[in-house]
């Protein structure tokens, strides 16, 4: 089970909900990815405007927890009065603090999104960064209270899967709250990778929306997912540099 503050998941994928072809095939993806959080662009979505179309009114939203992410934000203030919008709307008291620091990579602005989460933790929000895989960055986040930590695999919407696994390990291993890969999956394959490096769960959007068949893509990352935790909590055989064979050598019928 996936625990953030005190509410409880069974699915360790949460799934973003933007650049789907239509909403017939997003609501489709979404309910065969079988995910329970989902997230949302609070300055994309017209949640203050009924006449206009919004994703979220084609689903049964007691069956979600919605994850609004402050997007657009440049700074730390714009980030905190986003978060104060989705807050208004009452969808949801948590929220993903997403600051971007660089407009050609998209990399997070890791001083903002540290001022971001001391204000919002301090407002009483449930705070998840989103942030590079820097390492001492990530222990300052937790040290500060946050409820999960989101470093990304690579940069956003680039699907080059995991770029640094060693500093993702490390991340895992010292965080005292879940570890959700956040950025840059683009196969079920590096959704399995994080999984077995230990991670609490993988965010991710494009890799389906822009896959040729979203919503076989969505059942693909959802196994995925599963498979790699399981193979986390399997535990992997060693890795060797010599060869060693599969069946004992002792007892073996003479030539």
């Known amino acids: 089970m996936l625990k953030i503050a005190d509410k409880t998941f069974s699915s360790r ?3 973003g909900t933007g650049k789907y072809p239509s909403f017939e095939t997003q609501k489709e993806a979404v309910r065969v990815s079988e995910a329970e959080i989902l997230t949302f662009a609070v300055r994309r979505m017209n949640i203050f405007e009924p006449s206009q179309p919004n994703f979220l009114e084609q689903l049964d939203l007691s069956k979600y927890t919605l ?3 402050t ?3 440049k700074t730390a203030e714009e980030a905190v ?3 104060k919008l989705a807050q208004a709307s009452g969808l949801c008291d948590m929220v993903k603090v997403e600051i971007i620091g660089c407009d050609h990579s998209l990399l997070p602005d890791p001083v903002e999104t540290l001022r971001a989460t001391e204000m919002l933790l301090e407002e009483g929000f449930i705070v998840l960064p989103y942030t590079s895989d820097d390492v001492v960055l990530a222990r300052r986040l937790c040290e500060m209270g946050v409820h999960a930590i989101m470093p990304g695999a690579s940069p ?3 699907g080059r899967g995991i770029l640094n696994p060693l500093n993702l390990s490390f991340i895992i291993e010292q965080s005292n709250v879940p570890v959700i890969i ?3 999956i683009g196969s079920p394959k590096d959704a399995a990778h994080a999984m077995e490096l230990g991670a609490d769960a993988v965010l991710l959007n494009t890799a389906v929306s822009e896959a040729a068949d979203p919503v076989k893509m969505a ?3 959802k196994l995925a997912i599963e498979a790699g935790r399981l193979g986390y909590e399997a535990g992997r055989m060693p890795e060797r540099d010599y060869a060693v064979a599969s069946s004992p050598m002792e007892g073996l019928l003479p030539n």
């Open 156 to 158: 956003i919407g680039s």
């Open 13 to 15: 994928l949460l799934l």
């Open 67 to 69: 994850l609004p992410n």
């Open 81 to 83: 009065r986003i978060a």
């Open 182 to 184: 956040d950025a840059g």
């Open 71 to 73: 997007a657009g934000a």
């Open 219 to 221: 059942i693909a990352m």
